[in-house]
């Protein structure tokens, strides 16, 4: 039986047996749940898929939320997309992919929460990026979800993935590091690489606030999307170059923690304080519910 309270066992298990963190998780899962791993792995790929349509949809340059306050975007970084950018394809890729399931999710459509519907659009922008970029074969993103997973488990169990608990580092910086750890994996890199990367991940997103305009999930929350999965590409870059987390990863996810039960309440989901105290923010709540 895998031990998901520390990353740390994780990648000692899969190390010691000489497979990936992706295999060693599934063949977990299938045990516990008593049900055949082809079984697990058909159902994970029908999250992919549900990823894959969300971008897909999510790119209507007619998308908007219910409140009009988001929608469009994806559609304006598609095109923009296809002029390279100041980074290359991938990275605008990435970033097209992020917010367009995010809007998505703004406009009620259906979202794989990973691990939570506020970053929605970080783990998908990812792994389709590196899927579709380096012409990988779809049961590599598959593989990656597991891992991805996994790594989510710990940080819910040692620390939290919600806002309202942590912040938005809970949330967004939860999905950032499950995406650098994916990446590795996709990368051929090893279980401590993903470790590694995980750790930088979430230590660059570390003490972010979550101050939604108006209590809905949007504003800023679908820009730190983009935010997030850029910084996933840089935490794996870092990591497949051999770049190591100075703190252990485990210990970064019990930071992270701490941080979080030090923050107001203003700045956890409350819509107190952060940007949605400002005059812009007050506002636009106005706007969309009224004195």
Avoid at 87 to 115: D, H, Q, W
Avoid at 124 to 151: C, H
Avoid at 250 to 267: N, Q, S, T
């Amino acid at each position: 039986m895998v031990n998901y309270e520390s990353i740390a066992a994780l990648v000692q298990a899969a190390q010691s047996e000489k497979i990936s963190l992706s295999e060693l998780v599934l063949r977990d899962q299938a045990e516990q749940a008593e049900l055949p791993a082809d079984q697990l792995f058909e159902r994970m790929r029908d999250n992919l898929h549900v990823m894959q349509q969300a971008v897909q949809a999510g790119i209507d340059k007619d998308l908007r939320s219910t409140s009009g306050l988001t929608g469009g975007d994806a559609y304006k970084l598609h095109q923009y997309a296809a002029t390279g950018g100041l980074c290359g394809p991938f990275f605008t890729g990435a970033l097209t992919r992020a917010i367009a399931v995010s809007e998505y999710n703004a406009a009620m459509g259906k979202i794989v929460a990973a691990p939570t519907a506020g970053s929605c659009g970080i783990l998908p922008g990812a792994i389709l990026t590196m899927m579709e970029a380096r012409d990988l074969p779809e049961e590599s993103a598959v593989k990656a979800l597991f891992t991805a997973g996994a790594f989510g488990m710990v940080i819910a169990f040692r620390a939290s993935i919600a806002g309202a608990e942590g912040g938005c580092q809970a949330e967004c910086g939860s999905a950032a590091a499950m995406a650098a750890a994916a990446l590795v994996e996709m990368a051929g890199g090893t279980p401590d690489m993903s470790a590694h990367a995980c750790a930088i991940a979430l230590k660059n997103q570390l003490g972010l606030v979550c101050d939604p305009i108006a209590g809905l999930v949007e504003v800023p929350c679908i820009k730190r999307n983009a935010g997030g999965v850029a910084c996933a590409l840089t935490a794996a870059e870092l990591a497949l170059a051999g770049v190591h987390s100075v703190i252990p990863v485990d210990e970064v996810i019990d930071a992270m923690r701490e941080v979080g039960d030090a923050m107001p309440c203003a700045l956890r989901e409350t819509a107190q304080g952060g940007l949605a105290a400002t005059p812009t923010g007050i506002r636009l709540k106005q706007e969309i519910f009224g004195e």
